[in-house]
């Protein structure tokens, strides 16, 4: 069973602070996901990465830098956190055509 | 780039009612489509897929449908359950890249007892 595993389920930060989302996978997948879900919006990719440090923008990268360093964990950085940035980020990764994803992390920016 | 507009977004039915999501997609190299159901606090997790060689999926009770002329492709779910309650997404994806999946906004169905 595949495991991605979002270490913050929930988490409030303030208004400029420099926010660090991490996600882990077991399953030795080459491509991670970073989506942001916001109502009426459905899932936005904000970055993805095909291998150890190598990244591409998504749809929505403004704001937003990540780092791979290993194969199994992908991070999502809010350089400077702004109100809105205030959404659910879920991470994922991808085997074949399938995508599994995290379980979500809740980011409320005040 | 690819745009999916997905409709409607929300569904109330009654239990044993069926209920359809319909999505439509404008890029004509998508050729693959899954779909993901989300319940309330847990994560999507991919239910049916299609691809474009193939007009119907079926399994047991959900059903995919896809007419690659119109651009348009539907989740169809017979016989509702309260257990169905939960926000549905569809996506389209070109099959070169499984990098690239462009969803729709989701719709949240609703079954009542």
């Known amino acids: 069973d595949v495991k991605v595993t979002q270490s913050s389920r929930y988490l409030v930060k303030r208004t400029g602070e420099k926010v660090f989302l991490e996600c882990v996978q077991d399953?030795?997948?080459?491509?991670m996901f970073w989506y942001r879900q916001d109502p009426g919006l459905g899932l936005r990719l904000i970055y993805f990465?095909?291998?150890?440090?190598?990244?591409e923008k998504g749809d929505i990268p403004e704001g937003y830098s990540v780092s791979r360093e290993k194969k199994e964990r992908f991070s999502l950085i809010l350089e400077s956190a702004s109100t809105n940035q205030t959404s659910m980020y879920l991470c994922?990764?991808?085997?074949?055509?399938?995508?599994?994803f995290g379980e979500g992390s809740w980011l409320t920016v005040v | 780039g690819e745009n999916v507009e997905q409709h409607p977004s929300t569904l109330s039915v009654q239990e044993g009612d069926s209920a359809v999501i319909k999505c439509t997609y404008s890029?004509?190299?998508?050729?693959?489509f899954p779909w993901y159901k989300q319940e309330l606090g847990k994560r999507p997790q991919l239910i049916i897929d299609?691809?474009?060689?193939?007009g119907e999926k079926k399994d047991q009770r959900i059903a995919v449908t896809l007419n690659k002329t119109a651009k348009h492709f539907s989740l169809h779910i017979t016989e509702t359950q309260p257990e169905d309650s939960a926000v549905y997404f569809c996506?389209?994806?070109?099959?070169?890249?499984?990098?690239?999946?462009?969803f729709g906004s989701g719709t949240k169905l609703n079954v009542k007892p």
């Open positions: 299609i691809r474009s060689n193939v």
């Open positions: 994922a990764s991808r085997s074949g055509n399938t995508i599994y």
């Open positions: 996506a389209a994806s070109p099959q070169y890249n499984f990098n690239k999946f462009y």
């Open positions: 890029d004509s190299a998508s050729n693959y």
């Open positions: 990465s095909y291998d150890v440090k190598m990244k």
């Open positions: 399953m030795d997948h080459e491509n």
